[in-house]
T-cell receptor
């Protein structure tokens, strides 16, 4: 089985711009979660989608949004970028929702905001 | 307040010895606890899962314990090797909403 893929792998944007990141889960997985990882804050949960519905949401401002398509692929969008949004954004898929089941992570998208 | 804590400082262990990493939590009642390994610049990789009614789980050189009274999980790597050097993350899985709560991770360095 192919693993979780994320595109793009690296991205450089300037403050005020918006960005869209994409995640393709493992075939058959219906749950996709997004995380932000920074050296100071560790792994922070953004949101989780299951069968096109947002099931859980972390404590991030409304500038961070996401969606999931019928084929389980997911996108996350960050509008009005701030310097503090520079981070590694990770996507993870899971077979039956994250309850007890392992999360399969993609390689991440490294976002740099200048 | 709710907290999940892992050793914040790097753990240096001599090759061949057993490495023990700690995950403590307060004010949570997780149904499961997971351990992941993360190498620099890569996403975490799942290692082990232990349920609240399990005391211990093993997989090859890895062993995890889960004490819901102490609110603590210990992660052991026996016969450690330099290739085991990485950051290890614990994550609590809440039964109520399936959400994972992550620790900040412990960096493990195995010296030859």
């Amino acid at each position: 089985k192919a693993g979780v893929t994320q595109t793009p792998r690296y991205l450089i944007k300037t403050r005020g711009q918006q960005v869209t990141l994409s995640c393709s889960p493992i075939s058959g997985h219906r749950s996709v979660s997004w995380y932000q990882q920074t050296p100071g804050q560790g792994l922070q949960f953004l949101f989780e989608y299951f069968s096109e519905t947002q099931r859980n949401k972390g404590n991030f401002p409304g500038r961070f949004s996401g969606r999931q398509f019928s084929n389980s692929r997911s996108e996350m969008n960050v509008s009005t970028l701030e310097l503090g949004d520079s981070a590694l954004y990770l996507c993870a898929s899971s077979g039956r929702g994250p309850r007890g089941n392992e999360q399969f992570f993609g390689p991440g998208t490294r976002l740099t905001v200048l | 307040s709710q907290k999940i804590e892992q050793n914040s400082e790097a753990l240096n262990i001599q090759e061949g010895k057993t490495a023990t990493l700690t995950c403590n939590y307060t004010n949570y009642s997780p149904a499961y606890l997971q351990w992941y390994r993360q190498d620099p610049g890569r996403g975490p990789v799942f290692l082990l899962l232990i349920r609240e009614n399990e005391k211990e789980k093993r997989k090859e050189r890895l062993k995890v314990t889960f004490d819901t009274t102490l609110k603590q999980s210990l992660f052991h790597i026996t016969a450690s090797q330099p290739a085991d050097s990485a950051t290890y993350l614990c994550a609590l899985v809440m039964d109520s909403n399936y959400q994972l709560i992550w620790g900040a991770g412990t960096k493990l360095i195995i010296k030859p």
